[in-house]
């Protein structure tokens, strides 16, 4: 077999497991509470259409499963309810870094599906946003990395206004999702903080708290299983067997079950480049400097002080 082919079956088999490692979808308790939190809005909100709406929010650190929670949920609902009905119960807009009154307004008109979102001024985007919701049986709103509609100060209380007024209407529910800094926006909104149930939580998993550490050993030894169901590994790589290995990995990710998903993801992609059935200790500390590290969620590899096998 030639070089050129060589090289061919080996990006195909790249190329499939990140496939296959795109598909696992492996929730935990803290993903299932925002999965419910959203799902409890979305079932009030078909109930009191036309009545005013409420809100949650769930704001932490990047990685902690937010997005994913969401859009796994969404894509659930979509198959189960809404794809006969030609609705969206759920719809998720990913706020741009412009963070303007017309860009969150185009945001929302892209996630409804509509053509040409950033057409017209801002007011005319926010008349098609209010007419657009009711038409698509949008149930709930989740507004994603809300963080940036803080980055315009001037900006911040009239984008809250409008959500505001939507909720108001009874248009639908509303599920806030972002970073830390998006309370800064509700500083200036009293009254859209009043219609805000409890909040959720996801945030980093404290290796000192044996509830989160067996979270953390719980998800790695589902993944480790997973990875071989989809075909990526071809044997367990027992990555929950060795506890003082496994502080390291989660000391890695920073608590953080994104991260973690990261950092296995690279070893695996570079044991199937190698041909290997499994990941070793190894592999993962070269993962840590491979992403976490050359990403900057790290500046140092836990590893390099630990036993490695």
Same mark, same amino acid.
């Given at each position: 077999?030639?070089?050129?082919?060589?090289?061919?079956?080996?990006?195909?088999?790249?190329?499939?497991?990140?496939?296959?490692?795109?598909?696992?979808?492996?929730?935990?308790?803290?993903?299932?509470?925002?999965?419910?939190?959203?799902?409890?809005?979305?079932?009030?909100?078909?109930?009191?259409?036309?009545?005013?709406?409420?809100?949650?929010? =769930?704001? !932490?650190?990047?990685?902690?499963?937010?997005?994913?929670?969401?859009?796994?949920?969404?894509?659930?609902?979509?198959?189960?309810?809404?794809?006969?009905?030609?609705?969206?119960?759920?719809?998720?807009?990913?706020?741009?870094?412009?963070?303007?009154?017309?860009?969150? !307004?185009?945001?929302?008109?892209?996630?409804?599906?509509?053509?040409?979102?950033?057409?017209?001024?801002?007011?005319?985007?926010?008349?098609?946003?209010?007419?657009?919701?009711?038409?698509?049986?949008?149930?709930?709103?989740?507004?994603?990395?809300?963080?940036?509609?803080?980055?315009?100060?001037?900006?911040?209380?009239?984008?809250?206004?409008?959500?505001?007024?939507?909720?108001?209407?009874?248009?639908?529910?509303?599920?806030?999702? !972002?970073?830390?800094?998006?309370?800064?926006?509700?500083?200036?909104?009293?009254?859209?903080?009043?219609?805000?149930?409890?909040?959720?939580?996801?945030?980093?998993?404290?290796?000192?708290?044996?509830?989160?550490?067996?979270?953390?050993?719980?998800?790695?030894?589902?993944?480790?299983?997973?990875?071989?169901?989809?075909?990526?590994?071809?044997?367990?790589?027992?990555?929950?067997?060795?506890?003082?290995?496994?502080?390291? =990995?989660?000391?890695?990710?920073?608590?953080?079950? !994104?991260?973690?998903?990261?950092?296995?993801?690279?070893?695996?992609?570079?044991?199937?480049?190698?041909?290997?059935?499994?990941?070793?200790?190894?592999?993962?500390?070269?993962?840590?400097?491979?992403?976490?590290?050359?990403?900057?969620?790290?500046?140092?590899?836990?590893?390099?002080?630990?036993?490695?096998?």
């Amino acid at each position: 077999m030639s070089a050129i082919q060589n090289m061919r079956d080996r990006n195909d088999r790249v190329a499939r497991a990140r496939l296959a490692i795109g598909e696992i979808s492996l929730p935990y308790a803290p993903q299932i509470e925002l999965k419910v939190a959203i799902d409890e809005l979305r079932q009030t909100a078909q109930l009191t259409r036309g009545r005013p709406q409420r809100g949650v929010h =769930l704001f !932490g650190p990047s990685f902690a499963g937010k997005t994913t929670a969401a859009r796994d949920h969404a894509e659930k609902v979509f198959a189960d309810e809404g794809k006969a009905l030609g609705t969206l119960p759920i719809a998720i807009a990913t706020v741009d870094p412009d963070g303007s009154l017309a860009s969150v !307004g185009t945001d929302i008109l892209r996630a409804l599906g509509e053509p040409r979102p950033d057409r017209g001024s801002a007011s005319l985007r926010w008349e098609r946003v209010w007419n657009c919701l009711p038409d698509r049986g949008v149930q709930i709103l989740v507004l994603d990395e809300f963080q940036r509609a803080a980055r315009r100060p001037t900006m911040s209380p009239v984008i809250a206004a409008k959500v505001q007024d939507m909720m108001e209407a009874g248009l639908c529910a509303v599920a806030f999702l !972002g970073h830390e800094s998006a309370h800064d926006v509700f500083k200036s909104a009293s009254d859209l903080s009043n219609r805000l149930d409890v909040p959720v939580t996801m945030g980093q998993l404290d290796w000192n708290d044996s509830d989160d550490r067996s979270l953390f050993c719980d998800f790695v030894d589902r993944y480790d299983h997973a990875l071989v169901s989809s075909g990526v590994t071809k044997a367990l790589s027992g990555l929950v067997a060795d506890e003082d290995q496994l502080r390291l =990995l989660h000391e890695s990710a920073n608590g953080l079950i !994104g991260q973690f998903c990261r950092i296995i993801e690279t070893a695996a992609i570079a044991i199937v480049r190698a041909g290997e059935a499994s990941i070793s200790w190894n592999d993962v500390s070269d993962a840590v400097d491979d992403w976490s590290i050359a990403n900057r969620r790290i500046d140092y590899n836990p590893f390099h002080d630990g036993f490695q096998s």
